[in-house]
């Protein structure tokens, strides 16, 4: 079955970097586009990036442009986004997703932007 495992979340200072993890299994992940969504508290979940499945194409939220960074290695089955510039407005739950037949999530990974 499509398991999907986030990891890399944590507690930042504003200006600070981290990057995200996700470890997918159980579906050919070269074949499928990836994506990163991100949950803050009260809000709504909303699409942050998305790569194609060459990682030849990418799409960004447009608060994130230019500060955030979608890419993968197929090799290890791994969607990565790397996130610098971080400000506390980024603070939120972070779920890794794949749209096969129907829309599989991860567990999240829970990023804290704060001073």
């Known amino acids: 079955q499509v398991q999907l495992v986030e990891s890399g979340g944590g507690l930042v200072h504003p200006g600070g970097s981290l990057r995200l993890s996700c470890a997918a299994s159980?579906?050919?992940?070269?074949?499928?586009?990836m994506s990163w969504y991100r949950q803050a508290p009260g809000k709504e979940r909303e699409l942050v990036a998305t790569?194609?499945?060459?990682?030849?194409?990418?799409n960004y939220l447009d608060s994130v442009k230019g500060r955030f960074t979608i890419f993968r290695d197929n090799a290890k089955n791994t969607v990565y986004l790397q996130m610098n510039s971080l400000k506390p407005e980024d603070t939120a739950v972070y779920y890794c997703?794949?749209?096969?037949?129907?829309?599989?999530w991860g567990q999240g990974t829970q990023v804290t932007v704060s001073s």
């Open positions: 997703t794949v749209y096969r037949y129907r829309r599989y």
């Open positions: 159980g579906f050919t992940f070269s074949t499928y586009s």
């Open positions: 790569i194609t499945s060459t990682g030849s194409s990418t």
